[in-house]
């Protein structure tokens, strides 16, 4: 995700990651900006009119609060909607994808 000085708009995620694959799974990740709350959800994804959707058939959520020494899960928390990303926020708030092979560490 690209900061608030790219776009002029204010910023409402501090980092977000998105991963479709081709089974229909997929999953989002979202931290907030100053880093401290986080939120990820996996489940099946679809396009309905010009969003990418997870969560429209019981995706999972998991809302952390998180810090340098821990991860704690907070389990009162849920969404009542899936997670809706406008296809436009794709070109623009997203990276291109990358080829697995290209995400693997090498030795040397």
């Known amino acids: 995700h690209t900061s608030e000085e790219d ?23 979202a931290l907030s900006p100053d880093g401290t709350r986080c939120v990820e959800v996996y489940g099946e994804w679809q396009v309905i009119n010009g969003h990418v959707v997870i969560g429209s058939s019981g995706a999972k959520a998991v809302h952390r609060r998180v810090s340098r020494y821990l991860s704690e ?36």
């Open 7 to 29: 776009h002029g708009k204010p910023m409402f995620f501090g980092a977000r990651c998105l991963a479709l694959f081709g089974d229909g799974r997929g999953a989002y990740s």
């Open 73 to 108: 899960v907070l389990e009162n928390i849920t969404y009542e909607e899936p997670v809706h990303i406008p296809i436009r926020e794709l070109e623009t708030d997203f990276e291109p994808p990358v080829d697995l092979s290209e995400s693997i560490p090498r030795g040397g």
